[in-house]
């Protein structure tokens, strides 16, 4: 006696597309994080130079810019 549910057999494209989606995925999010990374060193680099010019100018008494 059947349940009345149809159970389709997985195609070997199954196999192939979903690692593939899987594999695809994990590398846009590798470049993406990797590109996320470096734009944050970079902002954080140039916060610390100006954060330094700030303390130089008013350790050293200097003008503003």
């Not at 159970?7 to 993406?32: D, Q, R, S, W």
């Not at 590109?35 to 010019?53: G, I």
């Amino acid at each position: 006696m059947s349940s009345g549910l149809l159970v389709a057999e997985m195609t070997t494209a199954h196999f192939i597309y979903i690692p593939g989606v899987f594999i695809l995925g994990t590398v846009i999010g590798y470049v993406l994080g990797g590109k996320a990374a470096e734009s944050n060193r970079k902002d954080a680099a140039q916060r610390d130079l100006r954060r330094e010019a700030r303390r130089a100018r008013r350790d050293h008494g200097g003008t503003p810019l």
